[in-house]
């Protein structure tokens, strides 16, 4: 198991920006596959945006054009630069980190965005 700890979450009104970071305990960060989730309340956790090992990105339609997931394979940190943001957006938001050949993988203990004026 991998240890991931979230930050950068707050309150922003509509239109502004945010950068989510997720940090990873394990060295091999490397050849894991990286997805941010959010929930908001009483829905179902959504899959926002992955990034493969390699680099290979995919989002959501909600969220194509302006979010934006990175990684740092130094760093062992996967980011989640955040813009033109929506009340819709409000949610905690997961960093999840699985590992190759593996379902389901290792979770943050979240960070909660709102988007409010």
């Known amino acids: 198991q991998v240890q991931l700890v979230e930050s950068g979450g707050g309150l922003v009104q509509p239109g502004g920006s945010l950068r989510l970071s997720c940090a990873a305990s394990?060295?091999?960060?490397?050849?894991?596959?990286m997805n941010w989730y959010r929930q908001a309340p009483g829905k179902e956790r959504e899959l926002v945006a992955a990034?493969?090992?390699?680099?290979?990105?995919n989002y959501a339609d909600s969220v194509k054009g302006r979010f934006t997931i990175s990684r740092d394979n130094i760093k062992n940190t996967v980011y989640l630069q955040m813009n033109s943001l929506k009340p819709e957006d409000t949610a905690v938001y997961y960093c999840?980190?699985?590992?190759?050949?593996?379902?389901?993988?290792?979770w943050g203990q979240g960070t909660q965005v709102t988007v409010s004026s």
């Open positions: 999840n980190a699985v590992p190759p050949g593996s379902l389901g993988g290792s």
């Open positions: 394990r060295s091999f960060f490397r050849i894991y596959a």
């Open positions: 990034i493969t090992d390699s680099g290979i990105t």
